[in-house]
């Protein structure tokens, strides 16, 4: 139930830039793995509260959001968590990949939430 930082591309960073650039995230993973839940995304959704807008994009095997849209770059993670679902990929920009076996989001589903 870490977080593991990604110090490749990320470990140049201080540590309260990466706190700020992750805000309360994984702290929401934590809760999530400890109180035992069974759907992340649902979890995600009550703790946001605005609601999760899904985004068309796909996690790649390295681990980068690759968008829908050509013309955008793919995003190299900031930091992971493991869940029983499987590995949340936080991004820059609040966009988060949430690990799920549950009808048509199996694999990701990528939203953001800042």
Request: aromatic share 14%; hydrophobic share 35%.
């Amino acid at each position: 139930m870490t977080i593991v930082i990604n110090k490749e591309k990320y470990g140049h960073l201080p540590p309260e830039d990466v706190r700020e650039a992750l805000g309360l995230l994984p702290i929401w993973v934590h809760e999530f793995n400890v109180l035992g839940e069974d759907d992340i995304v649902n979890f995600m959704k009550y703790r946001y509260e605005w609601g999760l807008y899904e985004f068309n994009g796909t996690v790649t095997d390295t681990g980068a959001y690759k968008s829908e849209h050509d013309e955008d770059e793919d995003l190299d993670y900031i930091a992971t968590m493991k869940t029983k679902e499987g590995t949340v990929y936080f991004y820059p920009y609040a966009i988060t990949a949430l690990p799920t076996r549950i009808g048509k989001y199996h694999g990701h589903f990528i939203t953001r939430m800042d």
